[in-house]
Structure formats: structure tokens, C-alpha cells
């Protein structure tokens, strides 16, 4: 039984279809591929900004606040990853499934969890 | 002198604010267009007061629309390779119609890779081994079969759906099953999309003889494909029929600047015509995307309403073709079945000057045969219903 998946409707707008094509061969989502073929169509990388890899919890916080990603309170590592690429991916696509809104003046991120592993470079 | 309607011309720039008009180059954002008609039309409101008089005060001048249209030859980017993202003109104005800038800037796979071992028909092939498992990955796009006898542009052609399994639905039928190897070509390809995000704006200058006019939230109201058959009776040139609506940012006196020659534009003869798989003879193809534009009320603007945004299209194809027996090609039956066909038009011949329109999925409403010239003919329209990429033009490049 092959796993049936799907590239998403894309922009009115340059994509490059090699990237489309080597992101889904190395594995990432089909929207994930889809973001980063709209990014390589407009001559930019879809980790502009910081990049998320090998980033503690408080250090990807940091980057959520500054991406005004809103995360929920009990947000882990992966939550606080996938809400970042969610919000990339969004600026990219549209807002398929994610309302980009500013953190909301006295609504605190959740703090760093020390029992939350570090992802990337930094689990080794 | 009087003012001469040959010096015209216009140039598209992509806007990417509303309201912020992005300056287009007078010469590198150029692109010859025809029958340019552009209106600036008066907005009047009626002055009911009463004048003591039988006579009435004339109407209040409140604001201006502008509005226009014009046809782009539907002229392939030419050159050796696959123009750079947003390089080839037309496809601005595509784009600010809801398509897609596809670019395979690199063909896939690098080589010509054996097609895959089962499935291989007459209107299928298996792709190999690096072919994706997406589904519809390559849907609309150009294919070349390169182990196909024949001249280059026999050796391409197009994809109507792709599954997992890697099996590519062929938008016409081979003389011979597929075999032997496949390539998914360099190509640059307007696929129309169902994203539910808003197709851009453009900002445009356009030359009427020695006046400027900058046009800003340049937004595409209509849009037409018209594809006639070029015959040895006669010869008409295949075009983007395009209409607009926009606001003047600014105009004033400068001269007309000069328009590069772009080269000849492919006739569509001696290329194919398939519908629902099988080739039909005919003298013009349309496909009609309706286009409707609205504009939301809003006091901050001048004329009282924001920019143009598109808010609906019904993507309508008609077709003048011949009528053909029932043992050939029933349209009766289709219409009545309403089952979806493939409608696929190819022309040009080498690399870069070869297009292709590719519709995967259309329903036949019913065709009226038509008499009294030498032939029987049906015209009629199709439907296509909202698919992604449920319309594309394709400018492959190859070498076969």
C-alpha cells in the first residue's frame, strides 16, 4: 500500500519546481516541499531569519517572538518547530490553516523546559 | 502632428502593495501588445436640486474608472533555456490572472531514465525510478518520450494525472504504447491554481504616443485564450485576450519608447488537437476563463472603492470542430454521460518555441452540429469544473 500525498495548490506566483521535487524526494511534507519551492522562486531561503536547527527550547521561544508565532502554554520543542514552520509556511502559501496574530501584550511564552530536549545539533 | 496609434506601447511590472506602484523599465518590462482600447470613463451622480427653473444643473462629476483591453501573442519565451523566475512577460500578466509560475530549470532526471516495467499504453506511461510518488506531482506538465520515432516535437508530450504508483495519464493517444525512456523537460508552465490566496496586482506604463500613463492596481478583469487554426485559406495569430481595470498613479508627455522585435509567433498547424484522447480536426479552440472582478467599497480611495480583486471564474472552452460520426466521436453520448475528457493543443516546433494547452478534466454540455458551409462542423462549449492546475500552458525545451 503506497502512502498517498498530495503538493498543495500554489501561489499565483514563481515556483521552482526542482526544489518542489528534491524536497519531496528527501522526505519533507508536501507543504513543507511547497514553501520552500515558492521561497526558491522569489530568490530566498526558507530558513531566512534564524534557522531552527539545533536550537535549545528557550532559543526557539526567542525566534517564535520574534516570528510573532502565537504558541500555546504547554508548547515542547516540536510544538514550538512546527508552529514556526507553520507560520513560514503560511507567509508563503497563504494562510491555508494558521492565523498569524502578534502575542498579545501581557500573555507570557512559555517558559524554557529544562526536561525538554534540545533538538538537532544539540541532542548530540 | 497628429498622435499615432502605432506608437504604442506598454510595460508590466509585478506590484506587490496595493496601492504602491512599482515602476516598470522602459525597457526591459516592455512587451508588444495589439488592439489596445483604453477608457477613462467619467463616474456622475444626477444633481436632483431644484433650480426655480424647468432647467436642471448637469450631473456631478465625482471620480474616474479606467478600464481597457488588449491581446498579447501567446509567443513562446524563445532562447536556449527556460527564462529565470518572472522573466518572461505574458506570464505577469498570467500570473495576475491566478496561475502558477511553474520552472523546471533543470530537466528530471538529468538524463532520459528508463520508463517504468508495467501500465505502459497507448494514453499511459510508468515513469522511473526517480519519478516522484506525489499524486498529481506532474499533472499538466510536459513529458518527453525521446524513444518515440519522429520529428522532435511528436517526441513531446503533456501529463493529465499522475499517481503514487507513478502512472502518467497521457493527454493524447500514441500511435504505439510507450516504451523505452522517459524525461520530464526543462519547461516553463502556467498552471492555474485554486490557492485561496489573491492572484497579484501589476503596475503598468502605457504609451499612447508621446503620453505616459502609469497604471496602478492593474488588475486582470478578463481573460481569453483564442487559438484558431491557421489553414491554407487563411492565417490568424493565436492570443491572450487580455481586459483590466486600474487607477492612473500618475501621466505626463514622454515619448514612446521603442519595442524589441520578439520574433515570429507559432501558427497552430501541424501540431495536435486531442480531445478526450483522439484527434479532432477544427479551425479554433478558446478556453475562456470568466473573470469577474469587484470592488469593495472604501472612503479612503479616491473614486470610493479599494483595487480591483478578482472574486469569481467560470472556466468555459469552445470549440468550432468538425462533426464526426458516432462510430468516431460521439459528443451526444459525452454530454449526456457528463464525464470528465482531456482537451489538449500543441503547436511549434523545437524548444522554446513550442507551446502546449493543456486541459486535463472537462464536461462536455451538448454540441450543435452546424451546416451550410462546406462542412459539417459542431461548436458548443465545455466545462471546467475547479481541479488545481485544471488548465496549464506549457513552453517546454528539449532537445529530441
Redo the contacts between chains.
Keep these: 500500500m503506497i502512502d498517498e500525498i498530495r503538493v498543495p495548490p500554489l501561489p499565483s506566483e514563481a515556483v521552482d519546481f526542482n526544489a518542489l521535487h528534491d524536497a519531496l524526494d528527501k522526505g519533507d511534507s508536501p507543504e513543507l516541499a511547497a514553501a520552500k519551492a515558492v521561497a526558491s522562486g522569489r530568490g530566498i531561503d526558507l530558513d531566512v531569519g534564524a534557522s531552527l536547527k539545533g536550537k535549545s527550547k528557550a532559543d526557539l521561544i526567542k525566534i517564535a517572538e520574534k516570528d510573532a508565532v502565537v504558541l500555546p502554554q504547554d508548547a515542547t520543542v516540536a510544538d514550538i518547530i512546527e508552529a514556526i514552520e507553520g507560520k513560514r509556511i503560511a507567509d508563503l502559501l497563504g494562510p491555508v490553516a494558521y492565523v498569524a496574530e502578534p502575542l498579545q501584550s501581557g500573555v507570557d511564552v512559555p517558559p524554557a523546559d529544562p526536561a525538554d530536549p534540545p533538538v538537532g545539533d544539540d541532542a548530540k | 502632428m497628429a498622435r499615432k496609434s502605432n506608437k504604442t506601447a506598454m510595460a508590466f511590472a509585478m506590484q506587490a502593495q496595493t496601492d504602491v506602484f512599482v515602476i516598470p523599465s522602459a525597457s526591459l518590462d516592455l512587451y508588444p501588445v495589439s488592439n489596445l482600447n483604453f477608457s477613462i470613463a467619467g463616474i456622475t451622480v444626477e444633481n436632483p436640486e431644484y433650480t426655480g427653473s424647468i432647467h436642471k444643473n448637469g450631473p456631478d462629476v465625482v471620480g474616474k474608472t479606467i478600464s481597457g483591453s488588449f491581446n498579447i501573442n501567446m509567443r513562446p519565451p524563445g532562447g536556449d533555456d527556460v527564462p529565470v ?2 522573466a518572461y512577460i505574458p506570464g505577469r500578466v498570467l ?12 530537466p ?1 532526471p538529468a538524463a532520459a531514465e528508463a520508463i517504468g516495467g508495467a501500465g505502459n499504453t497507448t494514453t499511459a506511461v510508468t515513469l522511473g525510478a526517480t519519478a ?6 506532474y499533472k499538466g506538465m510536459a513529458l518527453l518520450l525521446p524513444t518515440i520515432i519522429g520529428p522532435a516535437r511528436d517526441k513531446i508530450t503533456a501529463i493529465r494525472s499522475y499517481s ?2 507513478k502512472l502518467a495519464a497521457l493527454m493524447e493517444t500514441l500511435d504505439l504504447a510507450a516504451s523505452g525512456t522517459y524525461q520530464i523537460p526543462k519547461q516553463v508552465s502556467y ?1 492555474r ?8 496586482l501589476l503596475s503598468v506604463s502605457q504609451w499612447l504616443d508621446g503620453m505616459r500613463y502609469d497604471l496602478v492596481n492593474f488588475r486582470i478583469s478578463g481573460l481569453r485564450w483564442v487559438m484558431p487554426v491557421s489553414t491554407r485559406d487563411g492565417a490568424t495569430t493565436p492570443t491572450f485576450e487580455v481586459t483590466y481595470t486600474a487607477t492612473i498613479n500618475s501621466y505626463g508627455d514622454e515619448a514612446t519608447p521603442a519595442i524589441p522585435a520578439k520574433g515570429a509567433t507559432p501558427s497552430f498547424k501541424d501540431g495536435k488537437l486531442f480531445v478526450a484522447g483522439k484527434a479532432v480536426g477544427g479551425s479554433n479552440l478558446t478556453v475562456d476563463f470568466g473573470l469577474r472582478t469587484a470592488y469593495a467599497p472604501d472612503p479612503n480611495y479616491a473614486d470610493g472603492s479599494g483595487a480591483g480583486e478578482l472574486v469569481e471564474s467560470t472556466t468555459t472552452i469552445n470549440m468550432d470542430r468538425q462533426a464526426y460520426l458516432k462510430a468516431q466521436f460521439y459528443t451526444l453520448a459525452m454530454a449526456e454521460g457528463q464525464a470528465y475528457y482531456p482537451v489538449y493543443a500543441q503547436w511549434g516546433y523545437t524548444g522554446g518555441k513550442l507551446v502546449q494547452v493543456v486541459v486535463p478534466d472537462a464536461r462536455f454540455n451538448y454540441q450543435s452540429p452546424t451546416l451550410g458551409q462546406d462542412f459539417i462542423t459542431e461548436t458548443g462549449d465545455m466545462y471546467v469544473d475547479v481541479f ?1 492546475r485544471n488548465v496549464c500552458i506549457n513552453f517546454p525545451y528539449f532537445l529530441a
Design positions: 523566475a518572472n500570473k495576475a490572472a491566478k496561475f502558477t509560475e511553474t520552472i523546471v530549470s533543470a528530471i516522484g510518488t506525489a499524486v498529481d506531482l503514487a504508483a498552471q491554481s485554486i490557492s485561496e490566496s489573491d492572484a497579484p488545481d
